[in-house]
């Protein structure tokens, strides 16, 4: 009995384990991304970006599902409208943070952007009727203030581009708030078709507007000394890769509760940070760090109340 309960016990401990360390994974690979995209600013516009993004992604889900011998037509039914209406606020949020990376550096942009625990206990509140109690409400203040120092609204090192981040960060809220409603009610294929294919119909009409009318800039930066080889190969892999990110931190909710995986988030800003100082020679200030902080610690109280729920 006392054996088979060890096991038991060393069993689940290696999954929180596994868990853990494909958060990990799934973290450093997202924030090398927005390394990329970065980098990628420098090549294309912007909605160039955000479109490869998806639009690989839903080649490679046909892909697999052809394998599955499942058509496309298959997975176009089983997209509900609300599954539909998931995927489209992912592809807004993923234009706004295209758009912040391209004018913030990348510390800034990562660190503003995890406010977005902070929203989703709010929007949990209004719109799921969520219990919210005293701990999770204390750790909204924590975070809003972080943002505030990081941001320095009515300053002259304000940015704008900080409140695309923002919208990034309340649009990916939604999504996760809206993720959390559906599920269980769709495959995960049809849960990545539906991504990639609301995300490639929304930013297709916009960048061929783009591209008649100029509007945002030229779809491609000429630059007759730059060689787009690199650039061109790292556009069409940032599909697979979100892909690949995605799927490991949905692996590694299956394996860890999410109160032990929520702090291992933060890994991600000082990766961020690493990228950005190697890559950009990005410096942030102690402003940046104070915020980062707040920010730390606010996602610490809303793990402890995930895992230790308010009765209030």
């Known amino acids: 009995m006392t054996s088979a309960a060890t096991r038991a016990g060393t069993a689940s401990s290696d999954n929180v384990l596994h868990g853990v360390l494909l ?12 390394g990329v995209v970065k980098y990628l600013s420098e090549f294309f516009s912007p909605l160039t970006v955000a479109f490869f993004r998806f639009a690989v992604q839903l080649v490679i889900i046909l892909a697999i599902a052809s394998f599955q011998k499942r058509s496309w037509l ?15 606020l992912l592809a807004v949020g993923s234009v706004f943070i295209v758009f912040g990376l ?18 989703l206990v709010v929007l949990s509140s209004v719109f799921l ?94 630059n007759q000394e730059a060689n787009f080889t690199l650039p061109t190969i790292l556009l069409c892999c940032l599909g697979a890769t979100g892909l690949i990110a995605h799927v490991l931190l949905v692996k590694a909710f299956e394996r860890a509760p999410a109160s032990v995986l929520a702090p291992i988030n933060y890994v991600e800003i000082f990766s961020a940070t690493t990228i950005g100082y190697l890559v950009f020679n990005e410096i942030p200030d102690e402003f940046v760090w104070v915020g980062v902080g707040m920010l730390i610690c606010s996602g610490l109280i809303l793990a402890n109340a995930e895992r230790k729920p308010s009765p209030s």
């Open 23 to 34: 958060m990990m994974c799934g973290l450093l690979i997202l924030s090398s991304a927005d």
């Open 129 to 222: 009727k969520e219990r919210v109690g005293p701990k999770r409400w204390l750790a909204v203040l924590i975070g809003f203030a972080g943002v505030l120092v990081i941001m320095r609204p009515g300053t002259g090192v304000f940015q704008p581009a900080s409140l695309l981040v923002l919208a990034a960060a309340f649009t990916f809220a939604c999504y996760l708030m809206l993720t959390r409603k559906l599920s269980g009610q769709a495959s995960q294929l049809a849960i990545q078709f539906a991504t990639g294919f609301a995300g490639s119909l929304f930013i297709l009409p916009i960048i061929i507007y783009a591209w008649l009318t100029g509007f945002g800039g030229d779809l491609v930066i000429a």
């Open 74 to 88: 298959s997975l176009l039914k089983e997209t509900t409208l609300p599954l539909f209406c998931r995927g489209l």
């Open 102 to 119: 391209k004018y913030l550096p990348l510390t800034d942009a990562t660190a503003i952007f995890f406010v977005q625990p902070v929203i």
